[in-house]
């Protein structure tokens, strides 16, 4: 059966059949019918080429907006729901029963911190939100980074939160106003809306008014007016430079249910000086460097002494319009107190550092990283 079979496959002509069927009637009717279907629709096009052109412009601007515009920081912002609602069950450290019966200084943990807590999307020609600021409260951060400019050019111009240049106001992002962000912050962060409100929580200022010193003025208002009630006592002012206050080797427990203001600015002789509790400027309480710096540090052991009794703060060292984040890993080994990190990019980095922060925003370092 298998050999007949075989035959009269092997006696096909395929050449003879395509032959048979192109010459078929039917087929022939098909193809004048196709051929002028084909010349009306030529003929349409040419007659229309304008109108049509000018249709698909507006097709393809709707598919734009609609794949990257539209409802874009949910979008993004919906990411961190997905990864990281699994992995966070954060609890207060008031409710660390080690931590609490001890006597742990500042300088002992590690701080989960986020990096330009106001952009959800990305750097730069984007938007900038209060949301992103929520959402980065919600999942465990306790530090916040917040980038201040002027609204405009008038010395009178209310202050915005936005990513740019301080000389010439450049404002890369769209902005928000300085005074709804920190009434929103002074509400939301202590509430129960977030897991750990009443862990402390460090704000930090990145004054880029060009030493304006009114901005200053007007900052210093703001503060009073939405954390009167959560600012620490006096003596930690001026970055303790009167009292000769080091918040780096404070009891944590001194510092829960408040907020603790740095800035990295010289903010000397203006309103916001007795506010600012903690400055690489001024007192040197603390030190700010990027993630290259850290990578090119040559004397490790210096670097992990600092940390045993005062705080490093490592920023991202790439601009790019895209964000990303780093192996944290580094720093953390060096006992850096407040590595920040991009918490709306839950890239591999981000989703392992979340891991590191999933039940305490405050994590208590290895022994030989504390100064005993």
């Known amino acids: 059966m298998f050999n ?11 050449r003879e059949h395509i032959s048979k069927f192109t010459s078929s009637p039917r087929v022939s009717r098909l193809q004048i019918q196709f051929n002028e279907k084909k010349y009306q629709v030529s003929k349409f096009i040419q007659a229309n080429k304008t109108p049509l052109i000018i ?26 729901d997905r990864e990281y609602s699994h992995r966070c069950q954060i609890s207060s450290i008031q409710y660390n029963k080690k931590i609490m019966e001890g006597n742990y200084r500042l300088c002992d943990f590690y701080i989960a911190s986020s990096y330009k807590s106001y952009l959800p999307c990305t750097n730069y020609y984007d938007y900038a939100c209060m949301d992103a600021i929520k959402k980065t409260l919600y999942f465990g951060a306790r530090h ?32 928000i106003p300085l005074e709804e962000t920190l009434k929103m912050i002074s509400k939301y962060a202590f509430s129960t809306k977030v897991p750990n409100g009443s862990d402390p929580l ?52 001194k510092l829960l249910d408040k ?13 916001l000086d007795e506010l600012v509790n903690i400055s690489s400027k001024n007192y040197g309480n603390m030190r700010q460097v990027t993630y290259k710096e850290v990578e090119d540090c040559k004397d490790i052991t210096e670097f992990r002494n600092f940390n045993k009794r005062f705080m490093t703060q490592v920023v991202p060292s790439f601009e790019d319009r895209m964000k990303s984040n780093f192996n944290y890993l580094l720093p953390y080994y060096l006992g850096c ?19 590191t922060f999933k039940e305490f925003s405050f994590v208590l370092k290895p022994h030989k990283l504390r100064n005993k």
């Open 202 to 253: 460090f704000i930090t200022l990145n004054m880029k008014t060009w030493n304006n010193k009114q901005a200053y003025e007007k900052c210093a208002v703001l503060i009073k007016q939405y954390f009167i009630k959560k600012l620490l006592p006096l003596e930690f002012g001026f970055q303790g430079r009167h009292s000769r206050v080091n918040i780096s080797t404070s009891p944590i427990k």
């Open 144 to 175: 916040i980074d917040l980038d201040i400019m002027p609204k405009g050019f008038s010395n009178c111009d209310d202050l915005v939160i936005c990513n740019g240049r301080g000389r010439g106001n450049w404002q890369y992002t769209t902005s």
């Open 337 to 355: 107190q407040f590595i920040c990190m991009n918490y709306t990019e839950p890239d591999k980095w981000m989703k392992l550092y979340v891991e």
């Open 259 to 271: 907020v603790i203001f740095i800035c990295n600015d010289d903010v000397t002789d203006t309103g």
């Open 4 to 14: 007949t079979l075989r035959e009269r496959v092997g006696n096909i002509n395929p």
């Open 55 to 80: 249709s698909a412009v507006i097709i393809a601007i709707v598919i734009f907006y609609f794949v990257v515009f539209f409802r874009r920081v949910p979008r993004f912002l919906n990411r961190m």
